[in-house]
């Protein structure tokens, strides 16, 4: 069984830094086959899409909210992806997913619990 762990989240001041990890396990499960994505949810918001990696870590595209701040790469040996997340804001203040993603064009594989983050003004 698949699984996606996030860790990393917590209570942080507007204007601080927080990296997310995000280590997957599962027999024969290796990221190295899968673009690898942050998304969030905020309460009361759906979620958002995040960040996103490709396979080898040599293209990433972010959401414009989070452009120049925040980070994302990946670590296929050890099955982990990171999301550096630096001067917060109070709207960064979400949930924070990990997912898994074979093709490119089809809706993410796998999911993990979440992790939350919380900025403070």
């Known amino acids: 069984q698949v699984q996606l762990v996030e860790s990393g989240g917590g209570l942080v001041q507007a204007g601080g830094s927080l990296r997310l990890s995000c280590t997957a396990s599962g027999p024969t499960f290796s990221i190295y086959n899968y673009y690898m994505a942050w998304f969030r949810q905020a309460p009361g918001k759906q979620r958002e899409f995040v960040a996103r990696?490709?396979?080898?870590?040599?293209?990433?595209n972010y959401a414009d909210s989070v452009k120049g701040r925040f980070t994302i790469s990946r670590n296929n040996a050890s099955n982990t992806v990171y999301l550096q997340m630096s001067s917060l804001k109070p709207d960064d203040t979400a949930v924070y997913y990990c997912?898994?993603?074979?093709?490119?064009?089809?809706?993410?594989?796998?999911w993990g619990q979440g992790t939350q983050v919380t900025v403070s003004s």
């Open positions: 997912a898994a993603q074979v093709r490119a064009t089809r809706p993410y594989d796998y």
């Open positions: 990696i490709s396979r080898s870590g040599d293209n990433t």
